[in-house]
């Protein structure tokens, strides 16, 4: 299955701190290929979608991606995978890790149900506006 040998789950605390650092180094170092929503469309490489350029750029949202265990996205940060370069030399292994909470938290903002988001967060409608009274004539 391709999952041999990987850690199942991010080995640090993964806090808010730990997902904005992701965040963070996941803007600057993946969002040119994959895009800020991590759909794999960005239009940040010349040509990637207009048939030139890097073809094939993954969507993190894809069966394939969701069902990846930890330990390999890390590995694929790290080392690379097709085209795509590694960052073993440019991140830390603290912000590797990072990068996967982040990528994991962009996954489940795409895949909850309301029914999973707290009240204070739902989007309430609009009031309608209060009618005011006609002038009364004399």
């Not at 991590?38 to 040509?47: A, D, Y």
């Not at 979608?49 to 073809?55: K, R, S």
């Not at 085209?83 to 895949?111: E, N, P």
């Amino acid at each position: 299955d391709g999952q041999t040998n990987y850690l199942a789950a991010i080995p640090l605390p993964v806090t808010k701190a730990f997902v904005q650092r992701g965040q963070e180094r996941f803007k600057i170092y993946c969002t040119p290929c994959h895009g800020g929503q991590g759909l794999g469309e960005s239009t940040g490489i010349v040509g990637a979608n207009e048939g030139g350029g890097f073809g094939g750029i993954k969507s993190l949202h894809s069966d394939v991606a969701l069902k990846l265990a930890d330990g390999k996205l890390f590995d694929v940060i790290s080392n690379g995978q097709n085209a795509m370069k590694g960052y073993a030399s440019t991140l830390s292994v603290r912000d590797r890790w990072a990068v996967v909470g982040y990528v994991r938290a962009l996954q489940l903002s795409r895949l909850g149900r309301e029914s999973e988001v707290p009240e204070r967060f739902h989007v309430k409608p609009a009031p309608k506006p209060i009618a005011k009274p006609e002038p009364k004539s004399k």
